[in-house]
Structures are given as C-alpha cells and as structure tokens.
C-alpha cells in the first residue's frame, strides 16, 4: 500500500496524521481519496475552481511530479506520495 | 493564540532582515506547539529564491528547501510552526500575496524594515475559511524554558 505525508500545516485538516496509507494507481487517485476522506483538506490543496492550490508541490518519493506524467504518475504500493508546500509571500 | 518567541530569536530575525535589506528575507520557525501556541525555538533563515528583482517584494522557499527542513526539525524533536519574512519599508501587515500563498495553521511572523532598520513585527495566522489573516500576540520566552 503506498502512503501519503501530510506537511505538519495541513495535519490538523486530516485528522492529525503524519502519514497516510492508500490503495491508489495513481497520484490523482490517491489526492482524491485523500480528500474523500478528509474533506476539511479540499480548500487547503485545492482553489474553487478545482486546481491545485499554487504552493501545492507533490514528489513521489524523491521526484517532483511535474517532471513525471503530473496527476497520472503511476503509485507502486511502496510509492509514498509527499505533500511539500512552497511558501512564498512578500510586499506586493 | 500567543506565539512565543525564545530569547536571542528577535535580535537573530533583525541582524538578518537589516542584512538582506532592501530585499526581502526569508525564513521558518522550528519549535513546539503548546495547546493553541506555538514556541518558535529556532530561526531557520532560508534564501530566498526569487531573482534579485523580485526579491525587493516578494520572498520563496524552495520546495527541496523545506523537505530538508522538515528534515532537520524532526531530527531535532521540533515542528515547523511558522514562516518569517520582512516586508522592506512596508508595515508588518499581510499583503493580498501573503492571502494567496498562505497556508492554514502556520503562524507567519512579519518583520518590517524601515530604510535599513528594523521598526516592528507583528504575526498573523490565515483563518479557516482562508478569507482573512487574525493577528496572533507575540509573547517572550523565559530563557529557563528553552532547551
């Protein structure tokens, strides 16, 4: 079973856990279980028109999906899917 | 919610933001969280990855740059419990920018540096309905607190 890591922001929207295990093919499908089952996660990751929020980055282990195949980058059991914020902020 | 800050962090927070002046700098908070507060136990001062144009009002932490972050704080027992970051003759108030970026629970200390001198800070954490930042209070540690 691959696993998702949650950064310390949004572990109080997923119930407090750090890691969490899902039966997902893909990163798209583990995203979407995630937030089936933690709904209080969907305005954290995700803007209203349903895109990824911009400081919302995803590696597959060591790899950023962006230079794999994005949301249809393929999950082996042993996967573990991380959530890494980009934080950016500033004047203007 | 208060942010408590351990002794020496604020005279470390405004050596670096005179420094980087009149650029933005950038940073995180590795500490603990106690109830609703959070001690901020260690300033971690990352660069900030804009070019040096934008660097004048805008600050990014690389994404790699926070994996080694988190990295470094659970090997030393702590969190990241917050974002540092000066505004360059601005007030210490969050932008629309800072809206937009902001992630929920973190605690986002800003430091505002006037022609070179640091003046204020103040600290904000993005509510739930990520509509508005409330100001959180910002408190001093007891240095026999402090690991």
């Not at chain 2, 540092?84 to 929920?104: K, M, Q």
């Not at chain 2, 973190?106 to 022609?115: A, K, M, Q, R």
Request: aromatic content about 6%; proline content about 8%; hydrophobic content about 40%.
């Amino acid at each position: 079973m691959s696993s998702i890591r949650v950064p310390t922001p949004l572990r109080p929207y997923a119930g407090g856990n750090k890691d969490i295990p899902v039966e997902a093919d893909t990163v798209g499908q583990a995203l979407q279980q995630l937030t089936e089952t933690y709904p209080a996660l969907q305005a954290h990751l995700y803007d209203d028109a349903g895109n990824l929020r911009p400081y919302v980055n995803l590696f597959v282990n060591d790899e950023d999906v962006r230079h794999l195949q994005g949301g249809d980058t393929p999950l082996a059991s042993d996967d573990r899917l991380t959530i890494v914020p980009s934080i950016a902020g500033g004047t203007a | 919610m208060i942010l408590h800050l351990a002794p020496g962090l604020l005279d470390q927070l405004i050596e670096h933001g005179q420094q980087a002046y009149p650029q933005e700098a950038a940073g995180l908070l590795l500490g603990s969280i106690d109830g609703e507060d959070r001690r901020a136990l260690q300033l971690l001062p990352v660069p900030n990855s804009f070019d040096e144009v934008q660097r004048t009002h805008r600050y990014q932490i690389d994404p790699r740059q926070m994996i080694e972050a988190e990295a470094q704080a659970e090997a030393e027992g702590l969190d990241i419990v917050g974002v540092f970051h000066t505004h360059p003759d601005h007030p210490p108030v969050p932008s629309a920018f800072d809206l937009e970026w902001a992630l929920p629970w973190f605690v986002y200390l800003i430091t505002s540096v006037e022609g070179g001198q640091v003046v204020d800070h103040r600290a904000w954490r993005l509510d739930d309905e990520r509509g508005a930042f409330d100001e959180v209070q910002l408190s001093g540690l007891p240095t026999q607190e402090v690991p």
